[in-house]
């Protein structure tokens, strides 16, 4: 089997040069000059900027949201694959340079709308390419699509087979079903318990990490899945990933250790939806029986006061980077998601963080229904005096406008007032009854963010900073 990382080979056409390393350690760390330099070329390729957009949210771009007609971008995709520039030959060189005869599987894998039409456009090169070969699709995104997938009667003739969730096991499955060859894995997992629902050694190969930045080289690896929380209104999570399973805190420490051994790499993202108080307590204490110099890593929480005791513990384990999902310090809006927070504890559990030298990315959503913009704005002036008053620059930030998208509780059950004017067929988000004061206010959060150099081409339009991670983080394209 082999991984295709079509984001990074893009990427690296843009630079991709990690420069002056930032405190801050996984997504929100990256080099967002040359990821913003990328979108844009990529959003300016698609042939699609001139199409009349359909249900378009008010702070949307339309290209990076998918906000069109079906036939719009099947017509696209159409006229890039039928033109050798710029996509059809560079798909073709990256796609025949990974396999030396016609793959009997080829996976897509789309985890947010800015993926569909380079996913849409590989799908039908390998059809004409390799005809004989079986397609699938994949991903959070396709997951949440749902139905609306298996109805699309443009798709049918790029892919054969659908898979939802979490599918390793049936992914695998079909490659032992459909391939010539045997399958045999090429490491061997990580020790877990028996009921372990997966593998927690992820594999690596040295090709592909080659592609990266050395300097800031951090691998992704998940200890869990699901949200234990899982009731903000807002969020797809207990869509997009139904089932909460628990962590087996030595099996991750011995993964990580592993990991480290086999590619001397010692920067970490933890990718699990919420690693709870408990959980980063006991992970820190498993590190401690799998010493590792050097250790960095960072994992994404919910605001909880028993995270202030354990500050300096989880900086001395290596935690570098936290992000918690504050939301809003709104009562009002801390009621409409279903995420109460006292704002002092709040201030107190991100300033004993940095203090403890942990960077806090801080997530903060703006614009929700009935909100003014004096709110916003106070809440923006409570994030800024946090970040003067902590040390070293180490209260981050992911600064985005409430988005309604499909499967979350506040779409299917709409609290008064708000109006769903309709979503795109490959859309991530309605368009509504935004308030009007949002599109001006987007300028004034694009501002904060850049100032901290984390400026993305998605900001002011993502529900939740771990969606809008998931909606550009790299798509492997797998082939085998």
């Known amino acids: 089997m082999e991984v295709l990382d079509l984001n990074i080979l893009l990427l690296n056409r843009f630079g991709n040069q990690a420069g002056?390393?930032?405190?801050?350690?996984?997504?929100?760390?990256?080099?967002?000059?040359?990821?913003?330099?990328?979108?844009?070329?990529?959003?300016?390729?698609?042939?699609?900027?001139?199409?009349?957009?359909?249900?378009?949210?008010?702070?949307?771009?339309?290209?990076?949201?998918?906000?069109?007609?079906?036939?719009?971008?099947t017509a696209a995709v159409a006229a890039a694959a039928a033109e050798p520039e710029p996509w059809r030959t560079w798909l073709e060189q990256q796609l025949q340079a990974s396999c030396d005869t016609p793959p009997a599987v080829v996976g897509v894998s789309l985890m947010g709308p800015s993926q569909v039409f380079v996913g849409l456009l590989v799908l039908r090169v390998v059809k004409e390419i390799?005809?004989?070969?079986?397609?699938m699709l994949g991903g959070s995104h396709v997951t949440?699509?749902?139905?609306?997938?298996?109805?699309?009667?443009?798709?049918?003739?790029?892919?054969?087979?659908?898979?939802?969730?979490?599918?390793?096991?049936?992914?695998?499955?079909?490659?032992?079903?459909?391939?010539?060859?045997?399958?045999r894995r090429p490491l061997l997992p990580a020790q877990t318990p028996a009921d372990a629902p997966f593998e927690y050694l992820p594999t690596f190969h040295a090709?592909?990490?080659?592609?990266?930045?050395?300097?800031?080289?951090?691998?992704?690896?998940?200890?869990?899945?699901?949200?234990?929380?899982?009731?903000?209104?807002?969020?797809?999570?207990?869509?997009?990933?139904?089932?909460?399973?628990?962590?087996a805190p030595d099996a991750a420490a011995r993964t990580i250790s592993a990991l480290v051994r086999a590619h001397d790499v010692r920067r970490f993202s933890l990718k699990d939806s919420l690693f709870t108080a408990p959980m980063l307590r006991t992970l820190a204490e498993a590190l401690r029986h799998e010493p590792v110099t050097g250790l960095r890593w960072s994992a994404t929480t919910k605001a909880s006061r028993a995270l202030l005791p354990l500050a300096s513990f989880?900086?001395?384990?290596?935690?570098?980077?936290?992000?918690?999902?504050?939301?809003?310090?709104?009562?009002?809006?801390?009621?409409?998601?279903?995420?109460?927070?006292?704002?002092?504890?709040?201030?107190?559990?991100?300033?004993?963080?940095?203090?403890?030298g942990?960077?806090?990315v801080t997530n903060l959503i703006f614009g929700f229904p009935g909100?003014?913009?004096q709110d916003a704005q106070a809440q923006l002036a409570w994030l800024l005096r946090l970040q003067a008053a902590a040390p070293d620059d180490r209260v981050d930030c992911s600064l985005n406008m409430l988005e309604m998208v499909r499967g979350a509780p506040m779409v299917s059950h709409p609290p008064p007032g708000l109006e769903l004017r309709g979503v795109?067929?490959?859309?991530?988000?309605?368009?509504?009854?935004?308030?009007?004061?949002?599109?001006?206010?987007v300028a004034t959060l694009e501002r904060v963010e850049r100032a901290r150099g984390t400026t993305s081409p998605m900001v002011g339009t993502a529900t939740h900073a771990r969606e809008q991670v998931a909606s550009s983080a790299a798509a492997h394209r797998m082939l085998a």
Request: proline residues 6%.
């Open 20 to 73: 002056t390393l930032r405190s801050t350690l996984g997504d929100h760390g990256k080099d967002r000059s040359s990821v913003a330099a990328a979108a844009r070329w990529l959003f300016a390729h698609t042939g699609l900027r001139g199409t009349p957009p359909l249900h378009l949210p008010d702070t949307a771009d339309p290209v990076a949201g998918m906000h069109y007609p079906t036939d719009a971008i």
């Open 314 to 356: 989880l900086a001395d384990s290596g935690l570098a980077t936290l992000e918690i999902g504050v939301e809003t310090i709104s009562p009002a809006g801390q009621r409409l998601f279903d995420k109460r927070a006292d704002p002092a504890m709040l201030e107190d559990l991100i300033l004993a963080l940095a203090e403890a």
């Open 371 to 373: 909100e003014q913009e």
């Open 207 to 247: 090709r592909q990490l080659a592609l990266y930045d050395r300097r800031s080289l951090t691998l992704p690896v998940q200890f869990s899945r699901g949200c234990s929380y899982g009731r903000c209104t807002f969020c797809t999570y207990p869509v997009v990933e139904r089932q909460v399973t628990a962590l």
């Open 424 to 441: 795109a067929p490959w859309a991530f988000s309605y368009d509504w009854n935004a308030p009007t004061w949002r599109r001006d206010f």
């Open 130 to 135: 390799w005809p004989g070969t079986t397609t």
């Open 144 to 183: 949440l699509l749902g139905d609306r997938i298996h109805r699309d009667n443009g798709i049918r003739d790029l892919v054969d087979l659908v898979l939802a969730g979490h599918c390793e096991d049936e992914f695998v499955a079909t490659l032992v079903r459909l391939s010539p060859r045997g399958i």
């Open 358 to 360: 942990i960077t806090v």
